[in-house]
């Protein structure tokens, strides 16, 4: 089988597919991105670029969509000289909303395009005005929901769709729902997990002797993922408890949401806010696997909050290490966590009640060994890659031969 996957950042979601379709010599797999920080034996890379921004002068509802055209238009220049040398793809992969998609199907009439779907935009109801100091004009609206015209082309013309979760998939148009399979992108299991009599010690951080360690763990420090909350319930309850150690792992960036001004951030604002014994909280930057699955390990209590939008891979990784959690009680998780069972819900905008949940878990720790063991239970009967990976191989195998539905979805 030749098997194109087209994402702008390799491999991204794909990364444990394309290694195991790559490990089978009869299929030949190529992977088109804007970069690529690691190599996958059998994957051959192809390298483009958009050949320019959008422009100032486009309107600002289809700015988003100019790049997705300019991205759509320099992949498909990309993949011309690759049809050029002979390859001819069984089926294309690909992660929809950047446009790299968009005119594919032009280039392989015949080839089946299986379409990786993350978010269906909203203005309202969802995650744009969750937060209360959203403000959504009539002109966001608009914006917003122009947003979804690359989305759109995708689920016109792919044969088949995925997206990682039921909650995701609640967001699109009820016309396309019946050809989109829900399928998580999976988790290691053998890799996550648990090792709770664990140290925190990686370069830069020995918590060795801290008797309790707050974690969060993130791609952006922004509203979006709740980081202003964690931080105000991280600073009373540092206060209340002179042994908490508290650990940030991310970039201080915004990844969702709306941006600040040039120099200003939310770990700048949050610390100007808040008062903190700087020798008790730890900002680690981006971590290599091989340290972040140490700080999870080791963690006496993971926070994690989200507005109503995509699910961060850092919960599902969270609780497969056993970790306890306390989680925003917003859609997303309350999809993966049973209050209680296999983790903790409060209130997204209740920084206190935040607080008082982890105080509990922090003062129950020992009582609560059931409460990891379900939390491991709940990723290895649902996320785990050891039963999702074949799964998808297969979804990838029926939509290259047109059985569709595909067997499962």
Same mark, same amino acid.
């Given at each position: 089988?030749?098997?194109?996957?087209?994402?702008? /950042?390799?491999? !991204?979601?794909?990364?444990?597919?394309?290694? *195991?379709? !790559?490990?089978?010599?009869?299929?030949? &797999?190529?992977? =088109?991105?804007?970069? !690529?920080?690691?190599?996958?034996?059998?994957?051959?890379?192809?390298?483009?670029?958009?050949?320019?921004?959008?422009?100032?002068?486009?309107?600002?509802?289809?700015?988003?969509?100019?790049?997705?055209?300019?991205? $759509?238009?320099?992949?498909? *220049?990309?993949?011309?000289?690759?049809?050029?040398?002979?390859?001819?793809?069984?089926?294309?992969?690909?992660?929809?909303?950047?446009?790299?998609?968009?005119?594919?199907? +032009?280039?392989?009439?015949?080839?089946?395009?299986?379409?990786? #779907?993350?978010?269906?935009?909203? =203005?309202?109801?969802?995650? =744009?005005?969750?937060?209360? +100091?959203?403000?959504?004009?009539?002109?966001?609206?608009?914006?917003?929901?122009?947003?979804?015209?690359?989305?759109?082309?995708?689920?016109?013309?792919?044969?088949?769709?995925?997206?990682?979760?039921?909650?995701?998939?609640?967001?699109?148009?009820?016309?396309?729902?019946?050809?989109?399979? &829900?399928?998580?992108?999976?988790?290691?299991?053998?890799?996550?997990?648990? %090792?709770?009599?664990?140290?925190?010690?990686?370069?830069?951080?020995?918590?060795?002797?801290?008797?309790?360690?707050?974690?969060?763990?993130?791609?952006?420090?922004?509203?979006?993922?709740? #980081?202003?909350? #964690?931080?105000?319930?991280? %600073?009373?309850?540092?206060?209340?408890?002179?042994?908490?150690?508290?650990?940030?792992?991310?970039?201080?960036?915004?990844?969702?949401?709306?941006?600040?001004?040039?120099?200003?951030?939310?770990?700048?604002?949050?610390?100007?806010?808040?008062?903190? @014994?700087? /020798?008790?909280?730890?900002?680690?930057?981006?971590?290599?696997?091989?340290?972040?699955?140490?700080?999870?390990?080791?963690?006496?209590?993971?926070?994690?909050?989200?507005?109503?939008?995509?699910?961060?891979?850092?919960?599902?990784?969270?609780?497969?290490?056993?970790?306890?959690? &306390?989680?925003?009680?917003?859609?997303?998780?309350?999809?993966?966590?049973?209050?209680?069972?296999? $983790?903790?819900?409060?209130?997204?905008?209740?920084?206190?009640?935040? =607080?008082?949940?982890?105080?509990?878990?922090?003062?129950?720790?020992?009582?609560?060994? +059931?409460?990891?063991?379900? !939390?491991?239970?709940?990723?290895?009967?649902?996320?785990?890659?050891?039963?999702?990976?074949?799964?998808?191989?297969?979804?990838?195998? @029926?939509?290259?031969?047109?059985?569709?539905?595909?067997?499962? %979805?």
């Amino acid at each position: 089988m030749r098997v194109l996957f087209l994402h702008n /950042n390799f491999p !991204a979601q794909y990364r444990h597919v394309a290694r *195991k379709l !790559a490990q089978n010599k009869n299929n030949t &797999v190529v992977f =088109a991105s804007h970069r !690529a920080v690691e190599k996958i034996p059998g994957v051959s890379n192809l390298l483009y670029k958009p050949h320019r921004e959008p422009r100032k002068e486009t309107h600002h509802y289809l700015r988003s969509t100019e790049s997705a055209i300019i991205n $759509g238009q320099s992949l498909f *220049k990309a993949c011309l000289e690759l049809k050029k040398k002979g390859f001819q793809p069984d089926i294309v992969c690909a992660h929809s909303g950047w446009g790299p998609s968009l005119y594919v199907k +032009d280039l392989f009439p015949d080839t089946k395009l299986l379409s990786y #779907f993350e978010w269906y935009y909203h =203005a309202l109801g969802s995650d =744009a005005n969750f937060l209360k +100091d959203s403000n959504i004009s009539f002109d966001d609206q608009s914006r917003i929901r122009t947003k979804n015209l690359p989305v759109l082309m995708d689920l016109a013309h792919c044969d088949w769709g995925q997206v990682p979760t039921s909650f995701q998939q609640s967001q699109f148009p009820e016309i396309f729902k019946p050809k989109l399979s &829900v399928m998580h992108d999976g988790v290691d299991t053998d890799f996550f997990k648990p %090792a709770h009599k664990s140290k925190l010690k990686i370069k830069n951080l020995d918590l060795s002797d801290a008797d309790e360690i707050l974690t969060y763990a993130t791609r952006g420090m922004e509203p979006y993922r709740g #980081f202003p909350e #964690f931080m105000r319930a991280a %600073a009373r309850l540092q206060k209340d408890r002179p042994g908490l150690h508290i650990v940030v792992v991310g970039e201080d960036r915004v990844a969702y949401g709306k941006r600040l001004p040039k120099g200003d951030s939310w770990k700048k604002r949050m610390l100007g806010e808040l008062e903190f @014994d700087e /020798n008790r909280l730890h900002f680690t930057g981006l971590l290599p696997y091989s340290d972040y699955v140490k700080v999870l390990q080791a963690s006496t209590v993971q926070a994690y909050l989200t507005v109503p939008f995509v699910l961060s891979w850092s919960l599902i990784e969270s609780l497969s290490c056993g970790a306890l959690v &306390v989680a925003s009680d917003t859609a997303p998780v309350r999809e993966v966590i049973t209050d209680s069972e296999n $983790g903790f819900l409060a209130d997204f905008f209740d920084h206190e009640a935040f =607080a008082d949940r982890i105080a509990h878990v922090l003062d129950n720790r020992d009582q609560l060994a +059931d409460v990891r063991k379900n !939390a491991r239970q709940t990723v290895m009967r649902q996320y785990a890659l050891k039963n999702l990976l074949p799964k998808h191989i297969r979804l990838i195998q @029926d939509v290259a031969s047109g059985n569709l539905p595909p067997a499962g %979805a």
